[in-house]
């Protein structure tokens, strides 16, 4: 049943899922500037108790003292070094110890599935984790007049593309040597995503 | 199926989700500094309270039209 008669408003969980989402992608693929970690020491705050709320709220404290410039440092030295940074993001060297191995083409088989296309100009592989959090957004939101997938094919995306991994590279952000801002992106990024695992399993 | 989502968003939304949700769509936007052009603004009327879901700048996917 993936029949989808219209464009309904997204609920408000899945509207907070579509931001953590984005969120995490576009601190995946460039620091954060000022506005942005502005903008995160000002938000509100969750509900407390979990652990997604105690690591968004670390997040909060980790960007009110941050500044642009030392973000884009860290940033550089965790994820692109000279030669190689200290986190590899990639989903085929976590499953494989290769980059650009079969993983990538299981990924990019699903894709073209799922009918999503790389924008034009962008070089990075696709099971780059910000690539991977940018298609969750988009299957969980939609895009422009395209409607949001099921559950079911965002649970199997998930369960093929991020299930086997995320924990894996989280922990390594989380020990990279030069992780100070990016250990508390790594701690909301496994929070979070243990929470999505825990709601598909619900939907099992 | 009905009964399942049900349990599924009170598991979500027991968390606070919406809360923070909110927050991270307006971030997601906010962060949007790079080309205007490219920024499609989507409404989100049920969020309220003005807050916007603005498209991902870093939008590396888009469905392909046939």
């Not at chain 1, 995160?40 to 941050?66: F, R, Y």
């Not at chain 1, 860290?74 to 993001?89: K, M, N, R």
């Not at chain 2, 603005?54 to 996917?61: D, G, I, L, N, R």
Request: with cysteine.
């Amino acid at each position: 049943m993936n029949v989808v008669t219209e464009n309904l408003p997204l609920t408000e969980e899945d509207l907070a899922r579509a931001g953590l989402y984005a969120l995490l992608a576009r601190l995946l693929h460039a620091a954060p500037d000022a506005a942005l970690l502005d903008v995160i020491a000002q938000a509100d705050e969750l509900a407390a108790g979990s652990e997604l709320a105690k690591t968004w709220l670390a997040l909060q404290a980790a960007s009110a003292v941050m500044d642009a410039e030392a973000a884009a440092q860290e940033y550089e030295q965790v994820f692109i070094g000279l030669g190689q940074g200290e986190v590899v993001p990639y989903l085929s060297w976590h499953l494989t110890g290769f980059l650009m191995e079969e993983p990538l083409a299981k990924l990019r088989e699903d894709l073209a599935a799922l009918g999503l296309a790389r924008d034009a100009g962008v070089g990075e592989p696709e099971d780059h984790m910000a690539a991977i959090c940018e298609v969750m957004r988009v299957l969980v939101a939609g895009d422009g007049d395209s409607a949001p997938a099921s559950v079911e094919q965002q649970r199997a995306f998930f369960d093929r593309h991020l299930r086997p991994w995320y924990p894996k590279f989280a922990a390594q952000m989380a020990a990279a040597p030069s992780a100070n801002y990016y250990r508390a992106v790594a701690t909301l990024l496994r929070a979070y995503m243990d929470v999505e695992e825990q709601a598909f399993d619900i939907a099992d | 199926m009905e009964k399942t989502n049900f349990k599924r968003r009170n598991f979500l939304l027991g968390l606070g989700l919406g809360g923070v949700g909110a927050a991270a769509a307006l971030l997601a936007g906010k962060s949007a500094a790079a080309p205007e052009a490219e920024t499609a603004v989507v409404e989100t009327p049920q969020a309220g309270k003005g807050y916007r879901l603005s498209e991902h700048v870093q939008t590396y996917y888009r469905k392909a039209r046939i």
